[in-house]
């Protein structure tokens, strides 16, 4: 059975960090490809950033870009999300997302709020 569990979320002043993280276990972790997703009050699913296999490649949205920084370790079945220079519009809850043979597994998820 597919398990992911993040934590790591919490209330921030603008300008702050937080350091996100999902254990992962019931699959081949270090198989696929891994992503985080957000999902503000009031508003749809967003794509956020994925990693590789083998962590040599990331991508990130633009509103994030320069600021967030995803990595992976397979030897411990783990993701994490490092967010620098955190603003009100990263408040969110956050996922972290495994496609595997097109079915989509989430997390409960871990709040992140950036607020003075």
């Known amino acids: 059975e597919v398990q992911l569990a993040e934590s790591g979320g919490g209330l921030v002043q603008p300008g702050g960090s937080l350091r996100l993280s999902c254990a992962a276990s019931?699959?081949?972790?270090?198989?696929?490809?891994m992503s985080w997703v957000r999902q503000a009050p009031g508003k749809g699913l967003e794509w956020v950033s994925h990693?590789?296999?083998?962590?040599?490649?990331?991508f990130y949205a633009d509103s994030v870009k320069g600021r967030f920084s995803i990595s992976r370790d397979n030897a411990k079945n783990t993701l994490a999300l490092q967010m620098n220079s955190l603003k009100p519009g990263d408040t969110a809850r956050y996922y972290c997302?495994?496609?595997?043979?097109?079915?989509?597994?989430w997390g409960q998820g871990t709040q992140v709020t950036a607020s003075s």
């Open positions: 019931g699959f081949t972790f270090s198989s696929y490809v």
């Open positions: 997302h495994l496609r595997r043979q097109s079915n989509d597994f």
């Open positions: 990693i590789n296999y083998d962590g040599g490649r990331t």
